[in-house]
């Protein structure tokens, strides 16, 4: 019986990572504008929240290609 062609499997490339994860990244962002927003939080909250999200995402930027390679 013949063996059917069994290629490796190697995933994703790491620029779609990179890129799906700037989606994700944009989409945190609208979505925590419109919070914002929908709360109607003050001009001083905004801005602590906008640069805890900043925080959030370099570290996400930086983290997660790590956690993605295989072990």
Not at 4 to 24: M, T, V
Request: proline content about 7%.
């Amino acid at each position: 019986m013949a063996q059917p062609n069994r290629q490796k499997w190697h995933g994703p490339a790491a620029s779609d990572f990179l890129s799906l994860l700037e989606i994700l990244l944009a989409f945190d962002r609208t979505v925590v504008e419109l919070s914002m927003h929908a709360y109607n939080l003050p001009r001083r909250q905004r801005f602590a929240m906008r640069k805890q999200n900043r925080r959030l995402h370099d570290a996400v930027r930086e983290r997660l290609p790590q956690l993605l390679e295989p072990s």
